[in-house]
């Protein structure tokens, strides 16, 4: 049975850093897309990255590009978004999702992902 457990969230002050963990079981990544989204109270649940088969393409929001990495272990069993300077705007409740390795040029679309983890909350402030 495919799931997903992310951990990592916590409170950090501006300009610092998280590192999330997304850890599969019931799959190996090879062949699928594994994408971190996060949702802000009142506000729609938005795309953040993505990671990709075999040869594990990376995508990007605008929002976090220069500021986050994906990244997965040799074993390709856990999924890591490292995340820094991290801002105010960067609060939300952090979920990491599987889904067929062909959505990558479509990833940021919640409904091409059939599994959700339970998500880890980050909040930035001072």
């Known amino acids: 049975q495919l799931q997903l457990v992310e951990s990592g969230g916590g409170l950090v002050q501006p300009g610092g850093s998280l590192r999330l963990s997304c850890a599969a079981s019931g799959f190996t990544l090879d062949y699928y897309t594994i994408g971190w989204f996060r949702q802000a109270p009142g506000k729609e649940r938005e795309g953040v990255s993505c990671i990709s088969g075999p040869e594990g393409r990376t995508n990007y929001a605008d929002s976090v590009k220069g500021r986050f990495t994906i990244s997965r272990d040799n074993a390709k069993t856990t999924v890591y978004l490292q995340m820094d300077s991290l801002k105010p705007e960067d609060t939300a409740v952090y979920y990491c999702?599987?889904?067929?390795?062909?959505?990558?040029?479509?990833?940021?679309?919640?409904?091409?992902?059939?599994?959700w983890g339970q998500g880890t909350q980050v909040t930035v402030s001072s």
């Open positions: 999702a599987v889904g067929p390795s062909i959505i990558f040029n479509v990833w940021q679309a919640t409904k091409m992902y059939s599994r």
